[in-house]
């Protein structure tokens, strides 16, 4: 930092008060709370897995209900549920969602070494309650994909920490429950950590495998799941994808075009990772962004995309923000959060089936802002550099 100019990452990282604890609890607290007043199953997507299990332990296919999209073995993982009564899961699942956002945010912490008693680190969630529209979207809907937004913190976290091979277990164990993170073996490849790599093409596939072989119709992932998401799933479900492969058409580009345009941004986003990886200086904010990149390319063509899928990504880049250069630090990451603002008036999209227009600008704009962004200072070095720091300055002190 140069003399005379003042930086945030000293006010981000310094130690909340008691306030900020109270302030940051009681915001979480009374989002579960109001979910749970006003949902009846825990949330839409859960009870669709939720269903799928109980179809299962009633002798039937789970995969009759075409929008359930998941692996055989989350068939597996969802049968604790069917055991609990409806009361039970209506507070249970929001709460669990929140908690493994926390647990997810504080692992990303941990991975650019920001203390999780900062100001940062405390405020950050409640921040992304009131001000991030994916986050409250994701509570009520207790979608799966906060597994993935818990377990990629927790593989980043093991591979800064040269335990790649454990790093590859977790991002398996993800895929088994929900095959989000895929992308993310592409790291692996670039690191050259084939034991990681291993694992994370093993843990699901043994799983999965092993999964099926208890299903009445082992084959019903590939046979019907699969077909179903390449056709791009039904009109109704169309209205609610972020990715460009979907929202293009509706504004009248041809589908073929749409699909090449959003295949070469795709492409460009995976380019865009491997040079940040292969040029980067190695720290955190290497690790972190082209894993954020290789997510953000997938999301730009996967079929389904949704808008609560933001929550792998941005916590990772937002805990890095302390770091001169992060990408947290550029204008036009910020304006990609803007649609995303709840309480914003947007003329012609405030109709919940055209949100994925917004959706579709936070998409693109934040890719473009982290593949994008020119490195001009170097990451502080070490995942515990602030804490070392901290105590450098109480050392001085005495």
């Not at 335990?163 to 993170?181: F, Q, S, T, Y």
């Not at 992060?326 to 036009?332: D, L, S």
């Amino acid at each position: 930092m140069r003399k005379g100019k003042s930086d945030i990452s000293g006010w981000l990282v310094r130690r909340a008060s008691w306030h900020a604890w109270v302030a940051s609890g009681a915001v979480l607290c009374a989002h579960a709370v109001a979910v749970a007043l006003h949902t009846s199953d825990g949330g839409m997507d859960n009870a669709i897995v939720v269903r799928a299990a109980r179809t299962w332990l009633d002798g039937g296919s789970p995969y009759t209900d075409r929008h359930f999209l998941y692996l055989p073995s989350a068939v597996l993982a969802a049968v604790p549920q069917t055991l609990l009564p409806a009361a039970a899961l209506r507070p249970l699942v929001p709460l669990t969602v929140t908690a493994l956002l926390l647990t997810g945010w504080a692992c990303a912490l941990r991975v650019h070494g920001v203390p999780r008693r900062s100001r940062l680190g405390v405020l950050g969630p409640a921040g992304l309650a009131v001000g991030f529209a994916p986050f409250g979207h994701l509570v009520a809907l207790g979608n799966w994909t906060v597994i993935a937004a818990a377990a990629l913190p927790l593989a980043l976290l093991l591979a800064a920490r040269e335990r790649w091979g454990w790093a590859g277990v977790v991002i398996g164990a993800a895929l088994a429950l929900k095959p989000l993170l895929a992308p993310v073996a592409l790291l692996f490849l670039f690191a050259r950590r084939w034991r990681g790599l291993a694992a994370v093409v093993l843990v699901p596939a043994l799983a999965s495998g092993g999964a099926a072989l208890l299903m009445p119709d082992p084959a019903a992932f590939v046979t019907r799941t699969l077909p179903f998401l390449l056709s791009g799933h039904d009109d109704f479900v169309r209205l609610y994808e972020a990715s460009p492969v979907a929202v293009l058409p509706r504004l009248g580009v041809p589908a073929p075009v749409a699909a090449a345009l959003a295949c070469a941004a795709a492409g460009a986003g995976v380019l865009a990772a491997y040079r940040r990886w292969s040029r980067g200086v190695p720290g955190p904010l290497r690790l972190t962004e082209t894993a954020v990149l290789l997510m953000l390319s997938a999301f730009l063509v996967s079929r389904p995309s949704y808008d609560h899928y933001l929550l792998v990504v941005v916590p990772l880049l937002l805990a890095g923000l302390p770091y001169p250069g992060a990408a947290a630090r550029g204008p036009w990451f910020w304006l990609a959060l803007v649609p995303q603002m709840p309480g914003a008036d947007w003329p012609w999209l405030e109709a919940v089936t055209r949100r994925s227009f917004r959706d579709c600008f936070t998409l693109c704009v934040m890719t473009a802002s982290v593949a994008l962004r020119r490195h001009r200072h170097l990451p502080l070095a070490g995942p515990d550099h602030f804490v070392a720091q901290r105590r450098v300055r109480r050392a001085t002190r005495v």
